[in-house]
Each structure stands twice: as C-alpha cells, then as structure tokens.
C-alpha cells in the first residue's frame, strides 16, 4: 500500500500562471478531500468527493480554483491566474465508505507563486 | 459557527514527562472527534477518534483521549513521551466522519532530551 500519492512534491510559479496539483488516493478509498496548509491559516477545507462525484466545494475560492476526480485513481486540483497569496501546501486525503473511518494525507503539494 | 481550538501553540515537557494537548470544539448535534500528527514536512497521520461509546479512546503509540460533553472538550494525553512525539497535533471535528473535517490550529509539542 503506497499511500496517497501526490504531485508533484514542489512546484514555483510566476503570478499569472496556472498550477495543476495531482492526487492518487489510496485503492478501494471512496472519498477524496482537498485541504490547504498555510502557517496564517492552519488547515483549510478546500472540498471533497465520494464515488468520483463532487459533494462538498463550500471551502473552493470561486474564482481561479477547481477541482475533478474524473476516475476512481486520481483528482486534480486546479489554480488558474496563480496569485502569491495561493502559496500553501496542498494536502489530499482519502478514506474508505466507512462512516467513522480515518483520514490518510498524502505528503502534500508546496504551491510557491513568486 | 463550527469551530475547533486548541488553547496553546506550543508546549514543551523533558523526555519521559507525560502530557496533555488541549481541544475544545463547538458543534451542535452528534460529533465525531478525531487527533493527527504531523512530522515536519510530512502529511497528516491519524491517532485516534471518538463517536461514542465510551469516553477515553485509545491510540496509536500510547496516546488516548477523552471526550466530554459537558466541557465540549476532547483532550489528547500521554503518560511518557519521547523524543520522536515532537511534532504538530491537529484536534479535528466533524457532524459525522463522511463529511468534512474542521481541524483546530494545531498545538507545537517539542519533547527535550
């Protein structure tokens, strides 16, 4: 069992410019979470999806952030017209159908926009 | 408004010292409440939850938990830490564990030799 695997580990970016982040949850997990990391912040919803089909996006930006799972090994988290104030580690987490099941984080995603 | 919070940033004991890592949550309805750790650079790794049943949970690496309704409170403790404890604990609640996770501001425990 690898673990949630995400991609990639570190990414830099210039304003203006688009970040796509990668996650593969673990196999057999049914939810996929989005979170965001920053030291201002702490731990942010971002969303999440169950059986590939979005649930939850109420912690999505509006403008310039989405997110897909178009198949059951991997979801995508999408920033458009990066701004510095997006850098963060990205975390994605799955978990099984289980209703009382534990969260498994990947590594994480750091997001430097310069 | 649901919130989680975890009263101190930081907390410092010596090896072998026992300690507790403070949360209080502010949830209507049935809660599930649930501790992580993160290792510097690493990912969120679970430690124990709570649904029901009885209060004091048991964990991963001898740490448990107590939930109390009366106090909204779910705090973590352990007997005698080591030095591998160092490392951020995040206190998290949810209405129910399919859902999402509101994570506290995480508590800072640095253990000395």
């Known amino acids: 069992n690898a673990g949630v695997i995400q991609t990639p580990r570190h990414k830099v970016t210039g304003k203006g410019q688009e970040a796509t982040l990668w996650c593969e949850p673990i196999?057999?997990?049914?939810?996929v979470f989005w979170y965001r990391q920053t030291i201002v912040q702490g731990l942010e919803f971002l969303t999440y999806f169950r059986n590939q089909a979005p649930i939850d996006d109420s912690g999505m930006p509006k403008e310039r952030f989405s997110a897909q799972m178009p198949n059951q090994s991997h979801s995508t988290l999408k920033i458009q017209s990066t701004q510095p104030q997006d850098s963060a580690v990205y975390l994605c987490?799955?978990?099984?159908?289980?209703?009382?099941?534990?969260?498994?984080f990947g590594e994480g995603s750091k997001l430097t926009v310069l | 408004t649901q919130t989680v919070s975890q009263s101190d940033a930081h907390v410092t004991v010596f090896e072998g010292d026992s300690v507790e890592l403070r949360c209080n949550y502010s949830?209507?309805?049935?809660?599930?409440l649930s501790w992580y750790i993160q290792h510097h650079g690493r990912g969120l790794q679970f430690l124990l939850k709570?649904?029901?049943?009885?209060?004091v949970v048991q964990g991963v690496n001898g740490f448990e938990a107590e939930f109390s309704k009366s106090d909204s409170s779910f705090h973590l403790r352990k007997a005698s830490v080591h030095w591998s404890d160092s490392a951020v604990y995040f206190c998290?609640?949810?209405?129910?564990?399919?859902?999402?996770?509101?994570f506290g501001g995480g508590t800072r425990l640095t253990v000395r030799p």
């Open positions: 998290a609640a949810g209405h129910n564990a399919g859902a999402k996770l509101t």
């Open positions: 949830y209507g309805g049935s809660i599930y």
């Open positions: 196999s057999g997990h049914s939810a």
């Open positions: 709570y649904y029901s049943g009885n209060p």
């Open positions: 987490a799955s978990k099984t159908g289980e209703s009382t099941g534990q969260l498994y």
